[in-house]
T-cell receptor, first 112, second 118 residues
Framework: QKEVEQNSGPLSVPEGAIASLNCTYS??????FFWYRQYSGKSPELIMF????GDKEDGRFTAQLNKASQYVSLLIRDSQPSDSATYLC????????????FGKGTLLTVNP | GAVVSQHPSWVICKSGTSVKIECRSL??????MFWYRQFPKQSLMLMAT?????????EQGVEKDKFLINHASLTLSTLTVTSAHPEDSSFYIC??????????????FGPGTRLLVL
C-alpha cells in the first residue's frame, strides 16, 4: 500500500515567518512529488513539483526532496495570511494508471 | 498554470434524478483524467481514472454503474451520477494530467462541482 503521510496540523506561524511543511512517503519507487494548496471550499491548485534530490525554488516557495530518507518538504518564506490553507503533498510512482497518492494535508494558519 | 474547467459549479436536484458533470482541459491535451469526491473537512477521495477512448478504472468501493464516466476526447470527460440520493451530496472535482510545457507531466484540478441532492 503506497502511503503519503503529512502532519495534519494545524500549523500556525506569524506573518513574515517561514512555514515548513513536511511529508514522508512509503514507496521507494516514487518518481516525482507535487505540492498543492487547497483553500477552504475550493479545489486544489498546483504550487510546484520536484523529482530530483535537493532544493527547488519558485518565488517564496522552496520544495526539498531527500529520496534516501523518503522525505519531501515545502518551505514558504515571508508567510502571508493569504497562504492560510491546507497543503497537500502527492507522490507519483509511475505505472499505467498515472494516479497520484495524496497525503491528507496539513492545515497552515498564518497569523497577522 | 494550465486550465481545467468544470461545469456546472453547483447542482441542486431531487433524489432519483441523474446529474451530469463536464470536465474540460482548456489549453492542453489530457492523457488521463481523474474524478475525485471530497466531503466536508475530509481528504480527497479518488473515484476513478479514465483515459481517452477506454473504460474508466474505478477505485475499490466506487459503484461503476452509479458513477458513469465517459472520456470522449483528450480534452473532455464527463461524470454522470445516476439516480442520485442525498448521500451522494458532495464536492466533485475533476483533474486532468498532461504535458503543459513543463519538464514533468502534471496534474491540474478543475474548480469542482457542488452537488446537493434533496
Amino acid at each position: 500500500q503506497k502511503e503519503v503521510e503529512q502532519n495534519s496540523g494545524p500549523l500556525s506561524v506569524p506573518e513574515g515567518a517561514i512555514a515548513s511543511l513536511n511529508c514522508t512517503y512509503s514507496d521507494r519507487g516514487s518518481q516525482s512529488f507535487f505540492w498543492y494548496r487547497q483553500y477552504s471550499g475550493k479545489s486544489p491548485e498546483l504550487i510546484m513539483f520536484i523529482y530530483s534530490n535537493g532544493d527547488k525554488e519558485d518565488g517564496r516557495f522552496t520544495a526539498q526532496l531527500n529520496k534516501a530518507s523518503q522525505y519531501v518538504s515545502l518551505l514558504i518564506r515571508d508567510s502571508q495570511p493569504s497562504d492560510s490553507a491546507t497543503y497537500l503533498c502527492a507522490a507519483y510512482s509511475g505505472g499505467s494508471n498515472y494516479k497520484l497518492t495524496f497525503g491528507k494535508g496539513t492545515l497552515l494558519t498564518v497569523n497577522p | 498554470g494550465a486550465v481545467v474547467s468544470q461545469h456546472p459549479s453547483w447542482v441542486i436536484c431531487k433524489s432519483g434524478t441523474s446529474v451530469k458533470i463536464e470536465c474540460r482541459s482548456l489549453d492542453f491535451q489530457a492523457t488521463t483524467m481523474f474524478w475525485y469526491r471530497q466531503f466536508p473537512k475530509q481528504s480527497l477521495m479518488l473515484m476513478a481514472t479514465s483515459n481517452e477512448g477506454s473504460k474508466a478504472t474505478y477505485e475499490q468501493g466506487v459503484e461503476k454503474d452509479k458513477f458513469l464516466i465517459n472520456h470522449a476526447s483528450l480534452t473532455l470527460s464527463t461524470l454522470t451520477v445516476t439516480s442520485a440520493h442525498p448521500e451522494d451530496s458532495s464536492f466533485y472535482i475533476c483533474s486532468a494530467r498532461g504535458w503543459t510545457g513543463l519538464s514533468q507531466e502534471t496534474q491540474y484540478f478543475g474548480p469542482g462541482t457542488r452537488l446537493l441532492v434533496l
